[in-house]
């Protein structure tokens, strides 16, 4: 018998129009649907008028609906996962599932659609250029501080979710690992409310001391600079203008990066790959 097709379906995060045509074909025409929270997705199959067979699948019953779900495909059934919101397998169980199709030589297909990180880092102002998703810090002490000791110093964009609970907290113990950096926190995606807030560790949590946090969080943390980078040169603007402008006088672009670089004590490597980026 040939087996089904496991179809990971991204949903909308917010906004019901932001539903793929394919996603909306491939839930109408697969013979069931594995969904995080069944109630949660009833509603969005209804009100696309989609009638199909739901089975939960979720963090505490993944072992055992894992198999029932895997068990279903090998009778040739083809199965949508789909999650509360955004792409399946993102900081979500379907991981583990898509791990065992592969290992039982099932053919896994990606439905395109919606997912909260990579649209809150487009309109968050932070580098695009390199980032890595770190997802959810762990509710354990020890667990967190080690997560966020290891990352300290990624020189790339860092990018989080949190719940609004718990968002002080993580500002907070942030804050004692990161420094005082530019930070980008984006809520509500493409809701009503849909907020993008361009701050600083410091500002931020002074701020929700104040304002109660609402609603799910991305947060965009920059990426850690050296030293005496973030001493010396402000921003990419800064090194960019003083080189442009010996270059003005007449002095030859290698010279006057180099020149930069005894001025702020910095390589002329780093001098160099910071102009690049600020004539980017």
Do not use: W
Not at 72 to 100: F, H, W, Y
Not at 138 to 157: C, I, Q, W
């Amino acid at each position: 018998m040939t087996y089904g097709t496991l179809y990971l379906c991204a949903t909308p995060i917010g906004n019901l129009d932001d539903i793929t045509v394919r996603c909306l074909n491939t839930l109408k025409e697969c013979d069931m649907i594995a969904c995080e929270d069944t109630r949660h997705s009833l509603k969005l199959l209804n009100h696309f008028d989609i009638h199909k067979p739901l089975t939960s699948y979720y963090e505490h019953n993944k072992k055992e609906k894992g198999e029932y779900i895997i068990g279903q495909l090998k009778e040739g059934k083809n199965v949508a996962l789909v999650s509360d919101a955004g792409t399946p397998a993102i900081s979500d169980p379907g991981e583990d599932l898509v791990r065992d199709c592969i290992k039982e030589g099932i053919k896994v297909v990606p439905i395109p659609g919606a997912v909260a990180l990579i649209n809150a880092l487009i309109i968050s102002g932070q580098n695009t250029s390199r980032f890595a998703f770190e997802g959810f810090l762990s509710v354990n002490k020890k667990s967190r501080f080690a997560h966020l000791e290891e990352v300290a110093k990624d020189s790339r964009t860092l990018i989080f979710y949190e719940a609004p609970h718990k968002l002080k907290k993580t500002l907070s113990d942030m804050r004692k690992y990161f420094g005082n950096r530019s930070l980008t926190l984006v809520r509500e995606l493409t809701k009503i409310h849909e907020e993008v807030f361009l701050t600083d560790f410091d500002t931020a949590i002074s701020h929700y001391e104040e304002n109660l946090p609402k609603g799910e969080f991305v947060l965009i943390v920059e990426g850690y600079k050296d030293d005496k980078l973030q001493q010396n040169t402000e921003n990419l603007i800064s090194v960019t203008e003083r080189v442009n402008a010996l270059i003005s006088e007449g002095i030859d672009k290698k010279e006057a990066i180099k020149k930069v670089a005894v001025e702020i004590g910095l390589s002329k490597r780093d001098v160099y790959n910071e102009y690049v980026r600020g004539e980017e």
